[in-house]
């Protein structure tokens, strides 16, 4: 059985990550630097020396990488890198500035984009942190930089990925999803990766 590292996974399983991983084929290794969400280890995306060299077959990481600083971005991009198999893809998605901005182009900062499971959502929530989870003492949800489609490409190739596939969904959604591989792989082959792990619509 395939193995994926869920970063960042919070209270999450792998059934709230994609269609992919939430199959038979793979199983979860959950990974978080918050002790209370009871990871099978415990540490930041920054270090995960816990983790083997080329030890998992995926990464998965749902809105994670804004919580870090832009001088770390990397470093994490390589440590995702370090610890894939040769022949192993990174599956993530992060807010997409680029149509949050054009919210707050419209003086809609704090004006409801969407209402998830936590409440309404306002620009200002995608952008800096989700202001109710920090209200109650979580300055782990804290946003401290922030990716386009553009930026985040050039982020895992800058790491030493070699093929990345995105996509951005714009409103309602304002995220963006990216598999990238740690080797050269063909269309076809990124194609069906995208359509296991990209959400559809």
């Known amino acids: 059985m395939k193995q994926f590292l869920h970063v960042g996974c919070g209270p999450k399983r792998k059934s709230s990550t994609t269609r992919g991983f939430d199959s038979s084929d793979w199983s979860e290794i959950r990974y978080d630097i918050d002790e209370s969400v009871s990871p099978d280890y415990v540490g930041s995306m920054t270090d995960m020396s816990v983790i083997e060299d080329s030890s998992v077959d995926a990464v998965f990481s749902s809105h994670n990488i804004e919580h870090l600083y832009p001088h770390e971005v990397g470093i994490a991009l390589g440590e995702f890198f370090r610890v894939l198999k040769e022949d192993g893809m990174v599956v993530l998605t992060c807010p997409d500035i680029k149509s949050v901005c054009e919210l707050v182009a419209q003086d809609k900062l704090t004006d409801t984009a ?28 804290a946003h401290k930089c922030g990716f386009t489609e553009k930026v985040l490409i050039a982020s895992f190739q800058a790491a030493g990925f070699q093929h990345v596939a995105s996509k951005g969904r714009g409103s309602p959604y304002f995220d963006l999803w990216a598999i990238a591989t740690k080797t050269k792989r063909g269309e076809d082959e990124l194609r069906a990766f995208s359509n296991e792990h990209f959400p559809v619509g």
């Open 114 to 141: 969407y209402v998830s499971p936590a409440g309404p959502i306002a620009p200002i929530d995608i952008l800096y942190g989700h202001r109710a989870s920090m209200q109650n003492g979580n300055l782990y949800m």
